[in-house]
């Protein structure tokens, strides 16, 4: 039976309701800060609620889409942001006590965008620290946990954010990714995360993390609702760091559900050599597989440089340039850093120039073969991650040695997206990772949106269940 | 697999020319960091072509006046 409850709705439907004037956007921001104040408190997921704003923006919204109709598919749609994207007069602390009281007197280039479009701020999402250190229990706030079961991670960075969506806390959120930190937490919270073009969304106003590698990107149930988001806040800024000026194609009418003659490239040496999948994961992807063979897609076998090669380039790049972001405080307050964080960036002020240099070099070459591969197929398709972990203290290292299905796409700058592809026998979501070419974000949409629609798996959404009072 | 070779004795020197004064345990995590941050570099292909570019070069576009 399918979840129940106007928290549960998808961005789409409530755009469709509420122009239809069918729905209050007072009533739906209630409804979410409701169930932000009852059930949030089992997960974290937000570190600043906005409850008088959203209240205020809300109120807004109903006169005016009352008035003269809604002026987006946006207008009166409760939304939250990672704790990264800075918003005017409201706290932007990246989880960090170096950042406790930090106030910003500009919203970033996405708020901007949201607000124009008449959307509804509920507040801002627990995150790691800085977007590369955790999950952490020294820092400013707790980590966020998994909805789906609390003894596990939603995995990070985007931690809080995607668990939000999970929860039914907001229909829609903005995260950022640099590695992997939207894709991984989409897939360990069963929810649509898609990492955009590298430049396509402005990062002007997002705290960086690796100027290198960061895309900021939108969470959600569906990739429709990605779609709506993504026709808001794509788009050329001339203020915005690697901001791409490129033609914009109407993402949420490209969803057009076809995908026959798809063809369709998985990189099967990464999947079996370099990083093997668990038995229940490769169950999980053969039927994803199949469902697309299903729907008239050709599936054929690429061959990408490996994984490692993808991993060492970016480490070595991401470590300099997360130094420079912290090097003066590294040096006179490295106190006020969560152990992970520390770890992870103190070493990058060691590393020779002529290293970084080597390590942008690779980069060339190793984003010229994807694309060299990409040229010849459609999409790639591989899981995102292995269901999520406990959530435990794992030594920050892990970052250094583990290996992921995530970070190469970083490195070539293409669109990468997560979508759910099942459940476990354990209740935990299992991922779809599509990625496509450079600025054919439209088209990675469309196919994750076909197979979404082919599927059973949104009709489920985890349950939350308050302790029993003492 | 952490690389090792360097002593602490020159991992103080680079950390001090690096401008960190750092504590005996933020020391014990930069030496163990450095270990594995060493081993990515000496993975990164080398003997490059002198022509081969970084992935960061200038782009004058990007500093053109902007209409409007």
Redesign the interface.
Known sequence: MAPSGLHFITLAEAAKLIAAKKLSPVELTETYLTRIADYDPLLNSFVTVTADRAREQARAAEAEITAAGPRSKLHGIPYCLKDIFDTAGIRTTAHSKLLAENVPARDSACGEKLTASGAVLLGKNATWEFAHGGPSWDILFPPARNPWNTDHTPAGSSSGSAAAVAAGFAPATMGSDTGGSIRGPAAANGVAGLKPTYGLVSRRGVIPNCFSHDHAGPLAWTCEDLALLLDVVAGYDPAGPGSANVPLPDYAAALTGEVKGLVIGVPWRWLEEDLPLKPATRAAFDAALAVYKALGAEIREVSLPRIRAYEDSKRVIAMVELFSIHAEDLRKRPHLFGASLRYRIIAGGLIRAEDYMLAMRARTDLARAMQNVMSGIDVLMLPTAEPAAKLEPVHPSSLFLKSSFTTAFNVGGNPALSICSGYAEDGLPFSLQIVGKLFDDAHVLRVGDAYEKATPWRERRPALVLPAPA | MSDTSRTREE?LV??KT?????PAE?FD??V???G??QT??S????N?ARS?????VFHATTFLP?EG
């Open positions: 991992i680079l950390a690096a401008g960190l004064d750092l933020y995590e930069l163990d960091a450095y594995h941050l990515m570099i993975r990164l292909p080398r490059r081969d570019e970084p992935a960061h902007q």
